[in-house]
């Protein structure tokens, strides 16, 4: 979303001249309307004078500028400004029913520059029977934390993605609320430059870098999303 609020500057304190799209939202509200952005984990905002847009872009959500690459079917909504156009695809959007400030709490957002580690830390602290792989998609507690990010944080901190997070040492506590920040970082910087994927050292990894054994493939905790690890060096807390 950062990137995504990056490229859009273009747009920045510009006029929407044109709203289309399928979405369902109220598209007349947009037009003539000068524009902000600003991003919320994996939420993109659209501020508007009185309204705030947020979008989603769930499991298979994209975007594009100025240049329409989808079918119109999977066109949520493309906003056109005097100097070019934003195209929204297979996203959820809608308008917040009450200020940003009252459903977001920013201090959350791993990326962003109120960032609070020991309010995480203490979030953490106060769900010591989640799993560690759960705990980190936890928007609540890492907003902008997805699942690679989840593998290769807890790779690198040697935890076990099924450990509990009541116990976790307070040194494994620390270390895996400051990677959760640093890593993000550098998977931002390494997207924009088209090399994500060289830097893995888990995620979808087959043999462990660190031992030279199997990397394990199993869907964890409670939301069953894909966790890659290794079972001799990430050590399983419980």
């Not at 004078?49 to 989603?56: A, D, E, F, G, L």
């Not at 792989?133 to 934390?145: E, H, K, R, T, Y």
Request: proline residues 3%; charged residues 30%; aromatic residues 12%.
């Amino acid at each position: 979303m950062v990137i995504l609020k990056e490229e859009l500057g273009i747009f920045e304190g510009k006029k929407i001249l044109e709203a289309t799209g399928n979405s369902k939202i109220d598209k007349s509200l947009l037009i003539n309307r000068k524009v902000r952005f600003k991003t919320w984990g994996k939420h993109f905002l659209i501020f508007l004078p009185k309204n705030t847009v947020r979008i989603h872009f769930l499991m298979f959500g994209s975007y594009s500028i100025n240049e329409q690459t989808k079918p119109d079917k999977s066109l949520r909504l493309c906003l056109r400004f005097r100097n070019g156009a934003v195209y929204f695809y297979s996203c959820a959007i809608k308008f917040l029913e009450d200020e940003p400030d009252n459903i977001y709490d920013w201090s959350a957002d791993v990326m962003n520059d109120n960032w609070n580690a020991a309010k995480a830390r203490k979030k953490l602290k106060a769900i010591p029977e989640t799993m560690v792989s759960d705990a980190m998609l936890d928007q609540q507690i890492f907003a902008g934390v997805g699942n690679i990010i989840k593998n290769e944080v807890l790779y690198r901190i040697k935890i076990h993605p099924e450990s509990l997070a009541g116990k976790l040492p307070p040194l494994k506590l620390s270390q895996l609320v400051k990677e959760a920040r640093q890593y993000s970082f550098d998977f931002y910087e390494w997207k924009k430059v088209f090399q994500l994927k060289k830097h893995w050292l888990a995620h979808t990894k087959k043999t462990c870098l660190r031992c030279n054994l199997p990397i394990i493939k199993k869907y964890t905790g409670k939301n069953k999303r894909r966790s890659f690890f290794c079972v001799n060096c990430q050590v399983l807390y419980k």
